[in-house]
């Protein structure tokens, strides 16, 4: 009999996940990844996912399909490679994509090395998104509810890694998850999903970064491509690129940030005809298919909520480069690149 850890968050996607295995006849067990304290992250309420009354929703489902549950501590782990970095990327000028770091560093690696202490065969997760065997490679599929798909943030799966994973809702909608979840009684079927990043809950990442180093961020100049001071700001982590509303500043017509110099410590701020660019750079990239030795016809996002754009994509050293058929608003250093060919994901990396 195979033998599976499922992932789970408390959610009703999760949840439902660890029913199609029961069903399919595999030894399971539950697992939460107990990822930080609440006092850690500067919040006394639980409206975060994996927080104990999370925990207490994905223990009570795993008692109904009749399934250990565990909590496993990676505090260490998320503090280094997801905390840490979000911090050191905002102060660098970029912007980070957290949930894809907790994917890569966490629900991939430590818990897939849990697995094989274990002796496990697979993990299981409750995102949308599908894989596929074909001529003994692995690839990564687009879920079928293009609304809810996650293929974005699992680009950084390697072959080892996804031979041993599995998505079982990949071929479901969202609204026939919550009705099996419904039908089989789980008291989660109803539960809305987390949209926050988990330790930033009510959004204000440069609070949340300054209370977590307990340090300020310098005031300095908003300037405009020319280098024309056009007003203060209040500290440059709480800018992001394509940004509109809070910037504090009126000119008389519409401003955005374009650009974020750390060594000046300025906001470049323009129109959104300057946030437009064909081009991009990425870097730590991961390739699903074949890495490729010319230059390929493709599509790519930059953004989670987007849909594709058609693109060329090139390799040259250890950078990928994609060249867009249209110019692209707002790319963003620090964000993923993802490059698909229709359904499949051929890889992805950082923008730099």
């Known amino acids: 009999m195979k033998k599976a850890i499922i992932a789970m968050s408390g959610g009703v996607d999760s949840s439902v996940a660890a029913y199609f295995m ?3 006849g595999f030894e399971c067990i539950g697992a939460t990844m107990k990822l930080y304290d609440n006092e850690d992250i500067g919040i006394s309420t639980e409206k975060t996912c994996c927080s104990l009354s999370d925990i207490e929703d994905a223990r009570a489902v795993c008692r109904k399909l ?3 549950y565990y909590v496993f ?35 991939f690696e430590k818990l897939m090395q849990r697995m094989t202490e274990l002796g496990f065969d697979y993990v299981v997760t409750g995102h949308y998104a599908d894989i596929e065997e074909k001529n003994g ?11 809810k798909d996650q293929s974005y943030v699992l680009y950084s799966l ?3 890694q996804l031979s041993h994973t599995l998505f079982p809702l990949g ?5 026939e998850i919550r009705a099996i979840a419904e039908k089989e009684g789980f008291l989660n079927a109803k539960k809305h999903d987390s949209q926050d990043i988990c330790f930033v809950p009510d959004g204000d990442y440069a609070k949340f970064i300054e209370e977590h180093l307990g340090k300020t961020y310098k005031k300095g100049n908003f300037v405009d491509k020319n280098g024309n001071i056009l007003g203060e700001h209040s500290g440059i982590i709480r800018y992001t ?28 701020l323009g129109s959104n005809e300057d946030l437009m660019s064909s081009k991009l750079e990425a870097a730590d990239f991961n390739w699903i298919y074949e890495k490729p030795s010319e230059k390929i016809k493709c599509s790519a996002k930059t953004r989670y909520n987007m849909t594709e754009q058609p693109c060329e994509a090139y390799v040259e050293g250890n950078r990928v480069f994609v060249e867009f058929e249209k ?16 359904d499949y994901v051929i890889g992805g990396g950082t923008i730099i």
Do not use: H, W
Not at 78 to 91: G, L, M
Not at 171 to 175: E, H
Not at 327 to 342: C, E, F, H, M, N
């Open 171 to 175: 071929r479901y909608s969202k609204d």
């Open 137 to 147: 490679r692995f690839l990564l599929k687009k879920g079928r509810d293009l609304s």
């Open 73 to 107: 501590n990676f505090k260490e782990e998320f503090e280094e490679k997801v905390i840490d970095k979000f911090i050191k990327t905002y102060e660098e000028g970029a912007t980070p994509n957290p949930c894809i770091d907790c994917n890569r560093y966490l629900k």
């Open 66 to 68: 009749g399934m250990p």
């Open 327 to 342: 110019p692209q608003r707002a790319v963003t250093k620090g964000q993923a690149v993802v490059l698909y060919d229709g």
């Open 241 to 268: 690129i394509g940004q509109r509303k809070g910037l504090g500043i009126a000119l008389g017509e519409p401003a955005y940030v374009c650009e974020k110099n750390i060594e000046e410590n300025t906001v470049v």
């Open 158 to 160: 390697t072959q080892e």
């Open 22 to 24: 029961k069903e399919k």
